[in-house]
C-alpha cells in the first residue's frame, strides 16, 4: 500500500464507522473507484483498532457504568440500570457474533460488490428516515427492555452486507421502538464495543495464522489516523443528530446509490 492509500482509507474507516453511511460500503468503493488493491487484512486489523480506541474514549463513563454493571450482576445485583443495560448489551451482541462466524466468509465473497452497495444504500437510508420520522423518539435508555436490546442486535446482524451500515440499521430499530435520536445512537455506539472488538480479535487471529509480513510503520499510522477521525465523527454525529436528525445522511445515502447506479449503467 502506498502511504496516500495508507491515509485515505485510514480517515474513510474513521469517518463512516460511527456514522450512518456504512463503513464496509465506502471501504469497497474507494479502492475500486482509485483502482486500488484490497487493503489487506493487516490494515483492517489496524483501523479496527483504532475505531474501538474512539468509541473507548468517547464513552468512557458509560463504559465505567457497563462494567460496574457487570460487575453488580456477578454480584447478583441485577436491577439496576447499569446491570440491565449490562445485560442487554450482552444480549445483542450474540446475534451479530453469531452470524459474523457463520456468515461473514459467504458475505464477503458474493456481496462486495457495488451493485449489491447501492441497492442496500438506498433501501436501509429510507428506512433510516421512516424511522426518525415517525418513530416515538421518547424513550431513554433507562427504559430498555432485553427484548429491545435483542430486536436491536437481531437487525447488526444485517450490517454484514456491506452498504447497510451497523450504526444505521441499529439507529434505525432503536428509533422504531420508540427511542430518542441520542437515546438511539448512544446504544448502538455501545453496542459496537464488543462487535468491534471480536471482529479485531477475530481478524488478528488469522493474520497471526496466516504469517504475513507487516508494514508496521503503515499499520501504526492508520490505527491513529482512524482513531483520531473516528473519534471526531462521533462527536460530531452525537451533537448534530440532536439538532438535526438523520435526513440528511438518508439523503446522502439515496444519492450516492443513484450515482454507483449511474456509473454501473
Excluded at 474501538?52 to 447478583?76: C, H, N, P
Excluded at 441520542?182 to 453496542?191: G, I, N, V, Y
Excluded at 462521533?234 to 456509473?263: E, K
Aim: net charge positive; charged share 10%; glycine share 10%.
Amino acid at each position: 500500500m502506498s502511504n496516500l492509500q495508507v491515509i485515505v482509507l485510514a480517515i474513510v474507516q474513521g469517518l463512516t464507522e460511527f456514522l450512518p453511511i456504512s463503513s464496509s460500503g465506502h471501504l469497497v468503493l474507494v479502492p475500486s473507484a482509485f483502482g486500488w488493491t484490497d487493503q489487506g487484512l493487516a490494515f483492517d486489523v489496524a483501523v479496527h483498532f483504532g475505531s474501538l480506541a474512539a468509541v473507548l474514549t468517547y464513552f468512557r463513563g458509560d463504559i465505567a457504568a457497563l462494567l460496574s454493571g457487570a460487575g453488580q450482576i456477578l454480584g447478583g445485583k441485577a436491577a439496576t440500570f447499569e446491570a440491565r443495560l449490562a445485560l442487554g448489551l450482552g444480549l445483542g451482541t450474540l446475534p451479530g457474533a453469531i452470524g459474523g462466524l457463520l456468515l461473514a466468509g459467504w458475505v464477503s465473497s458474493n456481496l462486495r460488490s457495488p451493485s449489491v452497495i447501492a441497492v442496500t444504500l438506498a433501501v436501509f437510508g429510507i428506512l433510516m428516515w421512516a424511522a426518525d420520522r415517525f418513530g416515538g423518539k421518547n424513550r431513554m435508555l433507562t427504559g430498555i427492555t432485553l427484548r429491545d436490546a435483542l430486536l436491536i442486535g437481531l437487525a447488526q446482524t444485517l450490517a454484514l452486507v456491506p452498504g447497510t451500515s451497523r450504526s444505521g440499521v441499529t439507529i434505525t430499530v432503536a428509533m422504531a421502538l420508540g427511542f430518542e435520536r441520542t437515546e438511539a445512537a448512544r446504544f448502538s455506539f455501545l453496542l459496537a464495543v464488543p462487535v468491534i472488538l471480536l471482529a479485531t480479535a477475530y481478524e488478528l487471529v488469522v493474520l497471526l495464522r496466516a504469517d504475513a509480513v507487516v508494514a508496521w510503520g503503515q499499520l501504526l499510522a492508520g490505527a491513529a489516523i482512524a482513531g483520531v477521525v473516528a473519534y471526531l465523527s462521533i462527536q460530531f454525529f452525537m451533537r448534530f443528530v440532536r439538532r438535526v436528525g438523520l435526513l440528511p445522511f438518508a439523503i446522502y445515502r439515496v444519492s450516492l446509490a443513484v450515482v454507483i447506479v449511474y456509473v454501473l449503467a
